[in-house]
């Protein structure tokens, strides 16, 4: 039986902030980037053989026939050619980019996935033979797995039955990283039809072993109409191999699904910003005490915090959410405090804190604003905090204001009162959001709000 709409957002988005996801990518998955499927791609081959592709389920067998009939460095060099003349602009995998996956496996030989990687800055690991994962960097990289090979290296792909046949003995190291990746962690496969043996047979062997303590993972499936044996398709996928499928009526639906999920993993992410440099008791205190009860409270209701580590008020608060943890015993401080530091003294340093304040705050489902001076941190607005208001506004989060006299909280606060049609969920709401407001109520206010909004989506 298909997983619920519901039920998958609700599992797998706990899964990606909980950091224990990686994504399995199949041909499919690049489609829409322009790239052919399987099919497409050997349909020349099949021609050339005189053979109708539509008669045909095993590719890995067609490569081998045309490799026999013809020559096997041709049948490499034509795979290489087909694949080379796309690029990589997709909106399913710009979506997939933004779920932030600890790894990601593939079968494909293109090189789509890493275009789209570079295109956002973020380093990777390619490892496509077992020799590269010996100068893995472990620090700051997401590793990309290949599990058929690379278009730069032709003779090392896996296109034909021979190929496939000599993978346990080829591919140790790649084999062992990938079981050990289906133990720890939940995947999410995409665009793969599940017909060849390699991922079914490592899943079958590790959920014999572990039985019903093995990983549960997800995938998502159009429904084949005219497979009588669709559904029993799908009830095997999680009965035997724990992959619990999603299934849709129409390709257009994944990026829509996928959408969802990146909405409901960002509404459990919560930037707060805030700063102040002069020191009056006063003001000391309110900050170490919002610092304690809102770290608390929200980390109580499960949310991420995200810091920009703002002077003062964002020390407090990294230092009562880590005491937070440690009186709480829990150890896995990153997954859910998530410290950013906007530190840049170049030339250009104010405009490259300003792209990483996009790129933090993008990833966030709310953003609240407390205290703030006005300073040269910034591009254009003479405040770090006020920047990041403009940011958050143009992007649509739920912004949560907490005025304090005299700092850019306050300005914000009065913008929000003045434009409740731009901040319905601010409504009855601001008045509790003060300075002079009980610190508890304040809490019990921002809670409220980030619930409401999650819940009206």
């Known amino acids: 039986m298909s997983i619920s709409r519901k039920d998958f957002l609700l599992q797998l988005s706990q899964r990606v902030l909980d950091a224990k996801t990686s994504l399995f990518l199949g041909a499919g998955g690049t489609i829409d980037a322009g790239y052919p499927s399987w099919k497409e791609l050997f ?3 099949a021609k050339e053989l005189g053979k109708n592709i539509e008669d045909i389920d095993d590719y890995y067998k067609l490569a081998q026939y045309y490799s026999n009939h013809s020559d096997d460095n041709e049948l490499r ?3 290489v050619e087909r694949l080379n003349q796309y690029s ?7 979506e997939l980019m933004d779920i ?8 494909n030989f293109d090189n789509a996935i890493e ?5 956002r800055n973020i380093r990777i690991n390619k ?12 620090e700051n990289h997401i590793n990309l797995f290949k599990l058929n090979g690379d278009v730069s290296n032709p003779a090392g792909m896996v296109a034909t039955q021979a190929d496939y046949e000599k993978y346990n003995d080829t591919h140790q190291l790649m084999l062992m990283f990938f079981r050990r990746s289906l133990i720890s962690s939940a995947f999410l496969f995409i665009g793969y039809s599940f017909k060849d043996h390699l991922v079914l047979d490592c899943l079958s062997e590790i959920r014999n072993y572990l039985g019903r303590v093995a990983a549960t993972h997800y995938a998502i499936i159009k429904k084949e109409p005219r497979n009588p044996y669709f559904d029993l398709f799908v009830e095997d996928l999680e009965k035997r191999y724990g992959v619990r499928a999603l299934v849709v009526d129409d390709y257009s639906e994944i990026p829509i699904v996928l959408n969802e999920l990146n909405t409901r993993i960002r509404d459990k992410r919560v930037f707060i910003s805030g700063a102040f440099s002069l020191y009056e008791p ?8 919002l610092s304690k009860e809102l770290s608390k409270s929200l980390l109580e209701n499960d949310y991420r915090i995200v810091s920009g580590v703002g002077r003062r008020f964002g020390t407090h608060l990294i230092g009562y ?3 937070f943890f440690a009186k709480s015993g829990k150890k896995s401080i990153e997954k859910n405090l998530i410290i950013t530091p906007f530190v840049d003294n170049s030339a250009n340093g104010a405009v490259n804190k300003n792209e990483k304040r996009k790129h933090v705050i993008h990833n966030c489902g709310a953003a609240i604003f407390v205290f703030g001076d006005s300073d040269n941190n910034s591009v254009e607005y003479k405040s770090g905090v006020m920047e990041e208001f403009a940011i958050a506004r143009e992007q649509h989060k739920t912004i949560i204001p907490i005025r304090y006299p005299g700092y850019v909280s306050e300005t914000i606060w009065n913008i929000a009162h003045s434009n409740l049609t731009e901040f319905p969920y601010l409504e009855g709401c601001l008045e509790h959001l003060q300075y002079n407001q009980n610190i508890s109520q304040i809490c019990k206010t921002v809670i409220h709000i980030l619930e409401s909004v999650r819940d009206s989506r």
Request: hydrophobic share 40%; net charge negative; charged share 25%.
């Open 77 to 79: 060099t034509k795979i």
């Open 127 to 138: 490892v496509f033979k077992d020799d590269d994962i010996s100068s893995m960097h472990l």
């Open 43 to 45: 349909m020349p081959i």
């Open 100 to 107: 932030g996956f600890c790894d990601v496996w593939t079968t």
């Open 282 to 289: 006063q003001i000391e205190e309110f900050s170490h005490n």
């Open 115 to 119: 275009m789209n990687f570079r295109a």
């Open 321 to 323: 959410a880590s005491e």
């Open 88 to 94: 990589h602009k997709s909106v399913l995998l710009d």
